[in-house]
């Protein structure tokens, strides 16, 4: 991915190395079955945390100086910036209100949200509350070593995809999840949330569609770094490394497959007319 040199958000805030002082709710490092935003985008609570941690195990991500990281943050600052030029433009062209940009949070270990405080463990996420992406950016040394999604357009997909989710949270999507969350039974609630994150690559999709169109930021294999990345963290993939075996039932963000071909799909058509085929279609045809 070309970024250096390119404009830089001025929407990231880092706090890095600034202790979180609120109510714990995660904990448990990769292993968590990367739950990217699902926490926050359902209002779980302290018990369905603690349950992942419990399936998965392993140790939260240590803290270290913002100084190793500063080539991160430019990193993050430009992606960023290419999100907000993206989702500007599409706002304008597709919808009667501006897009909001959000801000990107960067911190070690621990932070506090308007979600309440989360650990690095939870991995990236979005806390519709306050509006904000939050990302540990030791995360992409994990993406990298335990997941084998190397490249910095992996990484730029998985921040993309935590915008998406702002950006369904404009559009009102996530409200119809929180809707299903306070009627549904798990298995509705579970089928939901899969819609709601194979939406949210596809969205990750037609940015990268358009960024490429207006921007050219590709290089060669990028587009396939952000595939790589889609099929590690399938829920089949993420529960088969985590208990040797696959429960279609307990999928929150989608198989492997899926999540590949919603991404592949945004990217090649960057067609925002399709946004609504994630909750219209047959969850066996998703």
């Keep these: 991915m070309q970024w250096r040199g390119r404009r830089e958000s001025s929407n990231v805030e880092d706090r890095r190395g600034v202790p979180a002082k609120g109510l714990a709710l995660?904990?448990?490092?990769?292993?968590?079955?990367?739950?990217?935003?699902?926490?926050?985008?359902?209002?779980?609570?302290?018990?369905?945390?603690?349950?992942?941690?419990?399936?998965?195990?392993?140790?939260?991500?240590?803290?270290r100086p913002a100084s190793e990281d500063d080539e991160a943050k430019d990193f993050l600052?430009?992606?960023?910036?290419?999100?907000?030029?993206?989702?500007?433009?599409?706002?304008?062209?597709?919808?009667?209100?501006?897009?909001?940009?959000?801000?990107?949070?960067?911190?070690?270990?621990?932070?506090?949200?308007?979600?309440?405080?989360?650990?690095?463990?939870?991995?990236?996420?979005?806390?519709?509350?306050?509006?904000?992406?939050?990302?540990?950016?030791?995360?992409?040394?994990?993406?990298?070593?335990?997941?084998?999604?190397?490249?910095?357009?992996?990484a730029a997909y998985v921040v993309a995809h935590e915008v998406g989710h702002h950006v369904q949270n404009l559009l009102g999507y996530s409200d119809r999840v929180n809707a299903v969350r306070r009627g549904g039974n798990e298995l509705e609630i579970n089928?939901?949330?899969?819609?709601?994150?194979?939406?949210?690559?596809?969205?990750?999709?037609?940015?990268?569609?358009?960024?490429?169109k207006e921007k050219r930021f590709l290089e060669e294999g990028d587009i396939e770094e952000a595939l790589n990345a889609a099929s590690k963290i399938g829920d089949d993939t993420l529960q088969r490394q985590a208990t040797g075996s696959v429960n279609p039932d307990g999928f929150t963000h989608g198989t492997s497959e899926q999540r590949v071909r919603w991404f592949r799909r945004g990217f090649e058509t960057g067609d925002l007319s399709l946004l609504d085929q994630p909750f219209q279609l047959p969850y066996d045809r998703l």
């Design 26 to 63: 995660g904990g448990g490092g990769i292993g968590t079955l990367l739950i990217i935003g699902l926490f926050w985008l359902l209002g779980g609570d302290i018990g369905q945390v603690a349950q992942m941690q419990q399936q998965a195990g392993g140790p939260p991500a240590a803290n």
């Design 77 to 154: 600052e430009v992606v960023l910036a290419d999100t907000e030029d993206v989702w500007r433009a599409q706002f304008e062209q597709h919808y009667p209100r501006p897009y909001q940009d959000t801000t990107l949070v960067m911190f070690t270990g621990a932070v506090d949200s308007g979600c309440g405080r989360a650990s690095s463990g939870v991995g990236p996420f979005y806390c519709p509350a306050d509006r904000q992406v939050y990302i540990d950016p030791s995360f992409f040394t994990q993406l990298k070593r335990q997941l084998g999604a190397p490249g910095d357009f992996a």
């Design 191 to 212: 089928r939901a949330s899969v819609r709601l994150e194979l939406q949210a690559d596809f969205l990750a999709g037609v940015w990268a569609h358009h960024g490429q």
